[in-house]
């Protein structure tokens, strides 16, 4: 069992739904020392690829995303879920589905923050349905830049996420990827990991 599984296992509550609520660590308050972990855990499984950026989505994502980048020394760009005043020129648009919250969201990234110059790591703190990430890769595709990888904390591998992002010919990397949970005993199964996931 590696560090994040572990962790998972001492303070991660399993809900009804299929819910698994690690926001004690990781998605509200966040344990910088594990954050940190994982970065160093992202850089050595992206150390073969030429990253000059980190891309994810808000707002769970980005406290990750800068630790990611600080290991990486490259900035962190992340998709907005909502328009503002202070967003400007032409924009990267993609629609994507919260399997947490249940709604569609139109992303946004400014054009000016991604180019085809770009080698884009993408990070997330959850992957189940996968589309958050597909919504991602539209964007850096849109773009002309190249996704290099895309790292995640947790994958849910009972759902069709992973294997979908996977198919698609992207070398994805989830710390802990829970195959099933139990919600009357509050046991949380892991799929064994080694070379290959």
Same mark, same amino acid.
């Given at each position: 069992?590696?560090?994040?599984?572990?962790?998972?296992?001492?303070?991660?509550?399993?809900?009804?739904?299929?819910?698994?609520?690690?926001?004690?660590?990781?998605?509200?308050?966040?344990?910088?020392?594990?954050?940190?972990?994982?970065?160093?855990?992202?850089?050595?499984?992206?150390?073969?690829?030429? #990253?000059?950026?980190?891309?994810?989505?808000?707002?769970? %994502? =980005? +406290? @990750? /995303?800068?630790?990611?980048?600080?290991?990486?020394?490259?900035?962190?760009?992340?998709?907005?879920?909502?328009?503002?005043?202070?967003?400007?020129?032409?924009?990267?648009?993609?629609?994507?589905?919260?399997?947490?919250?249940?709604?569609?969201?139109?992303?946004?990234?400014?054009?000016?923050?991604?180019?085809?110059?770009?080698?884009?790591?993408?990070?997330?703190?959850?992957?189940?349905?996968?589309?958050?990430?597909?919504?991602?890769?539209? #964007?850096?595709?849109?773009?002309?830049?190249?996704?290099? %990888? =895309? +790292? @995640? /904390?947790?994958?849910?591998?009972?759902?069709?996420?992973?294997?979908?992002?996977?198919?698609?010919?992207?070398?994805?990397?989830?710390?802990?990827?829970?195959?099933?949970?139990?919600?009357?005993?509050?046991?949380?199964?892991?799929?064994?990991?080694?070379?290959?996931?």
């Amino acid at each position: 069992m590696n560090f994040l599984e572990e962790r998972i296992v001492k303070d991660g509550i399993v809900k009804e739904g299929n819910v698994l609520k690690v926001d004690s660590f990781l998605n509200h308050q966040m344990d910088i020392k594990l954050l940190n972990q994982m970065g160093a855990e992202f850089k050595k499984r992206f150390a073969d690829k030429n #990253i000059n950026k980190i891309l994810t989505i808000e707002a769970s %994502g =980005i +406290g @990750i /995303a800068c630790i990611v980048a600080e290991h990486f020394d490259v900035p962190v760009v992340f998709a907005k879920k909502s328009q503002s005043i202070n967003l400007d020129g032409e924009m990267y648009v993609a629609e994507v589905e919260s399997f947490t919250h249940k709604c569609k969201n139109n992303v946004i990234v400014s054009q000016k923050f991604l180019s085809e110059d770009d080698h884009v790591l993408i990070i997330d703190d959850f992957l189940a349905n996968g589309c958050a990430l597909q919504g991602l890769i539209q #964007i850096v595709q849109s773009s002309g830049a190249t996704v290099e %990888g =895309i +790292g @995640i /904390a947790i994958e849910k591998g009972f759902q069709s996420g992973g294997r979908i992002i996977r198919n698609l010919g992207f070398q994805l990397e989830s710390l802990a990827i829970v195959d099933g949970m139990d919600v009357s005993t509050g046991q949380i199964f892991f799929r064994e990991q080694n070379a290959e996931n």
